[in-house]
């Protein structure tokens, strides 16, 4: 009698793609110098193993024979746009430039210096069939710190101030857990912070209830 087995409840939190290089202080050096990873670890001396990362994805490099053939890593990040002008701009070969894909992401594809092909890419928030809308004027006044912030973010994103303010008021009405959605990854986070400083932004997201207009 055949008897099938229920299948496990699974929870995995962490992956770690590995790739065999034949040195590994020559391949962490390329991995950090030329495509924006930083050093997790090393172990060995010399080394024969070594964590790079990518934000919260770390990944192998382990002493070995390097096998490229039929073997790919895929990273989705923040921006590829600009972790591609990075890496070309250091030099590494590129197997094909950014397009808009039609599986929703905006990628390209390197090769790395054992020969082992990585592709990077965003989520396109445009994808899906358009919505048809109709915009009214509304009598706005913002702070004017805030403002100048605004304006810059939406030149980051490469969106209009317009849309940006509509994407933020979007996610703001969307609740996610115990708080609310955010449009912005950790890297816009993070520059948002600089924007602050830049702007002289000295108070926090509580501030607007005790705006007094001079």
């Given amino acids: 009698m055949v008897t099938t087995s229920r299948v496990p409840d699974v929870e995995c939190e962490r992956h770690h793609p590995s790739l065999q290089v034949s040195d590994v202080l020559a391949a962490v050096d ?12 090393t172990w060995g001396e010399p080394p024969v193993i070594a964590g790079v990362n990518l934000d919260k994805v770390q990944m192998f490099l382990e002493k070995g024979t390097p096998s490229p053939e039929g073997c790919a890593v895929y990273f989705v990040v923040g921006n590829a ?34 020969g082992y092909e990585l592709g990077f890419g965003h989520h396109l928030l445009n994808a899906g069939p358009p ?8 009598p706005l006044r913002l ?51 600089e924007l602050k400083k830049k702007h002289g932004i000295d108070y926090d997201c509580h501030a607007s209830y005790r705006f007094v207009e001079r």
């Avoid at 030329?34 to 670890?41: A, Q, R």
């Avoid at 919505?131 to 509304?138: F, P």
């Avoid at 973010?153 to 969106?159: E, Q, T, V, W």
Wanted: glycine share 6%; net charge negative; proline share 5%.
């Fill in 30 to 41: 390329f991995y950090t110098t030329k495509l924006g990873f930083t050093v997790g670890f």
């Fill in 81 to 114: 746009d600009e972790l591609f002008e990075f890496q070309r701009a250091n030099g590494v070969e590129v197997v094909e430039p950014p397009g808009d894909r039609p599986y929703a992401l905006r990628d390209y594809r390197v090769r790395d210096l054992h």
């Fill in 143 to 193: 702070e004017k710190r805030l403002a100048a912030l605004l304006v810059d973010l939406a030149a980051h994103k490469r969106m209009s101030v317009t849309s940006c303010l509509e994407e933020i008021l979007l996610h703001t009405n969307e609740p996610l857990g115990d708080g609310v959605a955010s449009p912005h990854t950790g890297a816009t986070l993070r520059h948002i912070q």
């Fill in 131 to 138: 919505v048809e809308i109709e915009r009214v004027d509304v």
